[in-house]
């Protein structure tokens, strides 16, 4: 992807009007100076591929837990509020800016303004983080397909079974070893060979297999009182907290302040509506996670009760085999949903690897192979305290939450906040709108919610963002408890 790829169409006046705007994202470099990177290979490859980035483990896995922890309908309603205005509208953003510039997100910010540097030094930060220990509960996923594999159903359902192999040493240690290399072996292939063809065949199937077990789990008693829960919001219950939840999640779900979308964009193609891509994956997301909601939580609800909704991270694996356990035919059910749970996980997981890979391959010219394997290692080295901190260091506590609590706590609540107030500063404030809106109509397509995107970007996202920051650094410290 080179400069000379963002000239503006000579087709579409407006956007030839926007030609020097165009060029001051797009930099002065000539087209040989930068190394060119493959494409999706078609507008529907970089929806799934980006859709594949939002829809994992973030959706099945954490959802469920923060909705129920959050209040159930309460959480949902704030959730839907900021996901489906200010999360596509960032989202916008940060897909523009990594195809205006044609960089991940350390080189997109020093481009776009260089005193913003750290914004994108930051985001880059955030997946490396989260990396470790998302694939640790990867690493749970892929031990359960195996076991429902290798016809081990009945043992997964068994109550303390997910407990007793978490708190294990080696056996967890390995399955992290396994969903790392899974991850690596897919980056190292490159953008079209792995990321996209993952997500053409199974992002679909998931969805549909997620939705029909979703309906069954109506049908069991007590299931009712679950959907009840999940889908009715309690206004009384509404507070800052949950819309700080609500917000949390989202960016985590939408792979937003991160540099994952940036980084995204940067392969998308030109002739691709930035607008529409964005609503696709927000809905499919946001479709994703409410989907996930109505599996999990009337699931625990029938077979735990409702103080079952209070297990926390082991809210998923504790639960669905129970499900399985239940119905004709479980241990093929869950064997299929286990291995299309695990593609889910990986294609999040590339996405993020993909940030750190690609911000090497932009700053220290490394091969995409030595940039895979340095993280790749790195992820799984700094993923072993966290799966040990369900066994021989699960008494290890810093600010009073175990590693994973802490890991999550640090991106989800200081850091990716951070990274957004910067990206909504510098688009709102340092280069204007104006200048993402052009990136935005490149080839004569159309922004349908500019007005909107104005509005959120300049003036909501920068309050939004700075009173959370605000409360992170506040809670952080042990000023506030929420």
Do not use: C
């Not at 590693?403 to 850091?415: A, S």
């Not at 951070?418 to 922004?447: E, K, M, S, Y």
């Amino acid at each position: 992807m080179t400069p000379s790829t963002l000239a503006p169409s000579t087709s579409d006046s407006s956007v030839q009007a926007n030609a020097g705007i165009l060029a001051t994202i797009d930099g002065d470099a000539p087209s040989e100076s930068r190394p060119r990177k493959s494409v999706f290979s078609s507008k529907l490859g970089f929806v799934l591929a980006a859709a594949g980035s939002a829809v994992g483990l973030g959706n099945v896995w954490r959802f469920p837990y923060f909705a129920a922890t959050y209040g159930g309908g309460t959480f949902l309603f704030a959730y839907l509020l900021i996901a489906l205005t200010f999360g596509i509208m960032l989202l916008i953003a940060e897909v523009a800016i990594g195809r205006a510039t044609g960089h991940g997100p350390v080189a997109a910010f020093r481009q776009l303004d260089r005193r913003f540097t750290s914004v994108g030094v930051l985001a880059m930060l955030v997946p490396a983080i989260i990396f470790p220990f998302y694939s640790v509960i990867g690493g749970w996923v892929t031990r359960y397909a195996f076991v429902f594999l290798t016809g081990g159903a009945a043992a997964a359902a068994e109550t303390g079974a997910f407990g007793a192999f978490t708190s294990q040493t080696w056996g967890p240690i390995g399955w992290l070893a396994v969903f790392i290399l899974a991850t690596a072996v897919l980056v190292a292939r490159g953008i079209n060979k792995g990321i996209e063809r993952i997500n053409l065949i199974t992002m679909p199937i998931f969805i549909v297999m997620l939705l029909g077990l979703a309906i069954y789990t109506l049908t069991l008693p007590g299931g009712t009182e679950g959907l009840r829960h999940f889908l009715l919001p309690d206004f009384s219950e509404l507070s800052a907290n949950t819309f700080i939840a609500a917000t949390r999640q989202s960016f985590f779900s939408l792979s937003l302040a991160s540099g994952v979308m940036v980084a995204y964009g940067s392969y998308m193609k030109k002739s691709a509506s930035i607008e529409k891509a964005a609503f696709q994956i927000g809905v499919f997301d946001t479709t994703a996670s409410i989907i996930a909601g109505l599996l999990v939580i009337p699931a625990v609800v029938a077979i735990m009760g409702i103080d079952g909704l209070g297990q926390g991270a082991g809210l998923l694996f504790a639960t669905l085999p129970h499900v399985f356990a239940s119905m004709p035919g479980g241990a093929i059910v869950g064997a299929i949903f286990f291995v299309l749970m695990l593609g889910a996980a990986v294609t999040s997981s590339i996405s993020m690897l993909e940030v750190v890979v690609n911000s090497l391959m932009d700053r220290a010219k490394w091969s995409r192979l030595k940039a895979t394997v340095v993280t790749s290692v790195g992820g799984f080295l700094f993923g072993l305290p966290v799966t040990l901190g369900f066994g021989v260091w699960s008494n290890v506590r810093l600010g009073g939450r175990d590693i994973l609590g802490m890991m999550n706590f640090l991106t989800d609540t200081v850091m990716m906040p951070l990274v957004g107030l910067g990206t909504v500063l510098v688009v709102g404030w340092v280069i204007g709108p104006q200048r993402i809106i052009a990136a935005v109509h490149q080839d004569g397509q159309l922004f349908r919610t500019e007005k909107m995107f104005v509005v959120l970007i300049k003036w909501v996202g920068p309050a939004l963002l700075t009173g959370l920051v605000a409360t992170s650094f506040l809670m952080a410290f042990g000023v506030i408890t929420l």
